[in-house]
Nanobody, 120 residues
Framework: QVRLVESGGGLVQPGGSLRLSCEAH????????MAWYRQAPGKERELVAH???????NYADFVKGRFTISRDNAKGTVYLQMNNLKPEDTAVYYC??????????????WGQGTQVTVSS
């Protein structure tokens, strides 16, 4: 019912910035919570940030002060503003969406992923 389409990834130098977007197509009003995950080569998928239906946000320690998650419910889009990027931020970034109460173990929808590469 909901399809997530990501954009904004690319190649940047250390210290640079990117803004990722994830647009929801379909019945976006059924979506309450949204999140960004990432997975680097040889590593497990990890939660970067999430935002609830009432706009409460949470961040992983390794991105606090650098990344900001936000949403535009009318537009059906969630954003991840990434500043002061580091090489260790290199990963495929995925957006996820969930309806109902927040459950970090169960996401209803996933985006296709967008590659972020931070390198000199």
């Amino acid at each position: 019912q909901v399809r997530l389409v990501e954009s904004g990834g690319g190649l940047v130098q250390p210290g640079g910035s990117l803004r990722l977007s994830c647009e929801a197509h379909g019945s976006i009003f059924s979506v309450d919570n949204m999140a960004w995950y990432r997975q680097a080569p040889g590593k497990e998928r990890e939660l970067v940030a999430h935002i609830t239906g009432d706009s409460k946000t949470n961040y992983a320690d390794f991105v606090k002060g650098r990344f900001t998650i936000s949403r535009d419910n009318a537009k059906g889009t969630v954003y991840l503003q990434m500043n002061n990027l580091k090489p260790e931020d290199t990963a495929v970034y995925y957006c996820a969406a969930q309806k109902g109460d927040y459950d970090p173990t169960l996401w209803d929808y996933w985006g296709q992923g967008t590659q972020v590469t931070v390198s000199s």
